[in-house]
C-alpha cells in the first residue's frame, strides 16, 4: 500500500493561528494536527508561569542544546514543560478540529524527556498519529548528490528510539518523512523526484508554503512562495496522480 499524508500543522500560539484555524474550518476535508512549539517560537503559557523555558523577552529559548539539557536535569523544568505542553494540547481541543496528528518546532520531540511527557499527555487528547524525522538517503542521492551526511545520522538515531517509543505505545507515524535536508527548498523539481522514487508504505512530506517570502516569523533563506508554487503545480499534481498513492491525512489511513 503506498500512501501520502496532505495534512496541515497548526501553531496554536502564533499570530496567524486564528485565521489558520478559521480557513481550516471552511475546509473540512483538510487534516489539521498540533504543531508543538518549546522552543524558538510564542509560548502559550503567559513567561512567568514558565521563566525557565523563555528568554528575556518572553519567547521560548532558542538556544536547543542548553534547553535540552535543563529539560534533562532540572525537574522544575521538566514541570515547567509539561504545563506548556498540555496548554498547547487544551488549546488545540479547544478550536474543535479533529486531532489528525502531533509533531514539533525544530523537531524537538525527539528530546526523550519532550517524547515521553507528548506521549504522557497526548494521549488524554487523543493523540494517535506523531511524525518521526527521518528521510532515507538513497532516495535523496538518487535525485541529488548528497552533501554531508555526519549530523543526518547522529538524528537518525534519536529517530529511531523515537519510533520504537511510538510502537510500543500503539502510535502510528509515517515510514519516512520528505521536507528534512531541503527544508524551505522543497522545489518542484525536488518533489517531483520524490513521486518519481515513491517507496511502499506511508509517506510525509513536508513543505512550509506561504504567499510571501518576507513576513513576521518567516525564516531566512527559506523559499515559501517557491513551496507553495511546486506544490500546486499542475506537472506535480500530474506525478502524484500517477503514483496510484492514497492521499489523506494520518487518521485516513489508520481508519483503512
Known amino acids: ?35 508543538l512549539v518549546l522552543v524558538d517560537g510564542p509560548s502559550v503559557l503567559p513567561p512567568e508561569r514558565i521563566p525557565d523555558l523563555v528568554d528575556a523577552q518572553g519567547r521560548l529559548r532558542s538556544d536547543l542544546v542548553r534547553m535540552g539539557v535543563a529539560i534533562f536535569s532540572r525537574p522544575s523544568v521538566r514541570k515547567q514543560l509539561a504545563a506548556e505542553i498540555d496548554a498547547q494540547f487544551r488549546a488545540y481541543r479547544a478550536t474543535g478540529l479533529v486531532l489528525d496528528h502531533v509533531n514539533a518546532h525544530h523537531h524537538y520531540h525527539l528530546h526523550p ?34 552533501g554531508s551526511g555526519h549530523d543526518k545520522w547522529v538524528a537518525a538515531s534519536w529517530a529511531a528510539l523515537l519510533r520504537r517509543r511510538l510502537r510500543r505505545h500503539g502510535v502510528m507515524a509515517p515510514d519516512r518523512v520528505f521536507g528534512l535536508t531541503w527544508s524551505g527548498a522543497m522545489t518542484s523539481q525536488r518533489i517531483g523526484g520524490i513521486l518519481q522514487n515513491l517507496p511502499d508504505g506511508l509517506t510525509e512530506i513536508y513543505a512550509h508554503p ?20 511546486a506544490l500546486t503545480a499542475p506537472d506535480i499534481k500530474e506525478l502524484l496522480q500517477a503514483t496510484g498513492a492514497k492521499a489523506g491525512g494520518f487518521l485516513d489511513f489508520a481508519a483503512a
Not at 216 to 227: D, L, P, Q, T
Open 113 to 146: 524527556t519532550v517524547c515521553a511527557q507528548m506521549l504522557d499527555i497526548g494521549k488524554r487528547y487523543g493523540m494517535r498519529a506523531v511524525r518521526v524525522p527521518w528521510e532515507p538517503p538513497g532516495i535523496l542521492a538518487r535525485i541529488e548528490s548528497p
Open 1 to 35: 500500500m503506498n500512501g501520502i499524508v496532505t495534512a496541515a500543522s497548526l501553531m496554536v500560539g502564533g499570530i496567524a493561528a486564528r485565521d489558520a484555524i478559521a480557513r481550516a474550518r471552511r475546509l473540512p476535508s483538510l487534516r489539521v494536527g498540533l504543531h
Open 210 to 229: 506561504a504567499t510571501a517570502d518576507s513576513f513576521a516569523g518567516a525564516a531566512s533563506g527559506c523559499h515559501y512562495r517557491e513551496e507553495l508554487a
